[in-house]
């Protein structure tokens, strides 16, 4: 069954390292490349801008990786740039024939609140934005900012615009406050990209079963990620704890509204049995194994396809 994930950071790899090829074998260096995305039959993969601390902040940065996402990953044979609802019925549809590249802005603190860059981001394909990367920026709080503050002025300006322009506002990375000023002030649903559930592992990432069920009220989706640390606290990370934190997002009401979102390139170590996109047929597997076949389809791509065919205008 072909698979939707919503998280991945290439691009950013891709952008600090000059040597790394996106046409080049699964594991040299990559762990997403069009060889790992064919071999784990990757329908659609999203595909995050992310500005690392110690690189300039500045729209030009933002706008160098949006260059390397048309330049490498949209040419590679068979790779359709996703940007509305047919889009993702051609990648994950029934008569799928292509693979579908969406991409994706983690952290607005680039865009330095200049809306000419969003809107040539936009123009470039940009379908879904966070709001912030742990931290602090001009337009709201990370989940790590001591302070915990929400939106600013300029940030609930720039959830109007995204939502306008049909921008996807993402909530991962977001702090608690600024989970609930975004909630109340979406007009269309929203999403967690790549969050896992607090009440299985107490990571300040991690979304509370208030902000799943509020995700869920707002008919949002929300990517479960391989992160090891954000799905077990205490050992190594299995697949067995991916398929815990969907049973216990199921219980709070959200069967319908889990998908994945890897996190592949994010991360420096991995989740045993979980190390690049061909590994999602264990995990597919292990889910057959304990649950039926309509509920799995739905959370490795359905409930994606649903979600973004509706929202994605």
């Known amino acids: 069954m072909r698979i939707a994930d919503l998280h991945c950071d ?10 790394l090829e996106w046409s080049a074998p699964s594991g040299k260096g990559l762990d997403v490349t069009a060889e790992s995305l064919a071999n784990g039959n990757i329908g659609l993969q999203a595909f995050a801008i992310w500005v690392p601390t110690g690189t300039p902040k500045t729209p030009e940065s933002v706008l160098r990786q949006a260059a390397l996402f ?14 509305n609802g047919a889009d993702v019925e051609a990648v994950l549809g029934p008569d ?21 860059a969003l809107r040539l981001l936009h123009r470039l394909g940009l379908r879904m934005l966070g709001l ?7 337009a709201c709080d990370g989940i790590m900012e001591p302070r915990g503050a929400g939106l600013t002025k300029e940030g609930r300006s720039l959830v109007a615009e995204c939502e ?11 702090s608690e406050k600024g989970f609930w000023e975004t909630a109340e002030l979406a007009r269309r649903p929203f999403l967690a990209s790549h969050s896992n559930a607090r009440a299985l ?13 509020a995700l869920v009220a707002a008919n949002g989706l929300i990517g479960i990620t391989f992160v090891p640390f954000f799905l077990q606290s205490r050992r190594q990370a299995g697949i067995d704890d991916v398929l815990r934190h969907v ?20 991360i420096d170590t991995y989740t045993l049995g979980l190390a690049g996109p061909a590994d999602y047929s264990a995990l597919a597997d292990a889910l057959l194994a304990r649950h039926a076949e309509p509920l799995v389809r739905g959370w490795l791509s359905g409930h994606a396809r649903r979600f973004l065919t509706d929202n994605l205008k």
């Open 96 to 116: 799928a024939s292509e693979r579908g590249a969406l991409l994706a802005l983690e952290g607005a603190d680039a865009l330095r609140g200049e809306r000419w």
């Open 247 to 266: 049973e216990h997002i199921c219980t709070l009401g959200g069967a319908n509204h889990i998908a994945f979102g890897s996190d592949f390139d994010g």
């Open 201 to 213: 592992c107490p990571h300040p990432r991690n979304l509370t079963d208030d902000q799943i069920r």
């Open 10 to 19: 290439a691009l950013s790899k891709l952008d600090r390292d000059a040597k």
């Open 132 to 138: 912030t990367w742990n931290e602090a920026n001009w």
């Open 70 to 83: 048309h330049d490498k990953i949209l040419s590679a044979q068979g790779m359709r740039l996703v940007k």
């Open 164 to 174: 306008a322009l049909g921008i996807l506002i993402d909530v991962s990375h977001l």
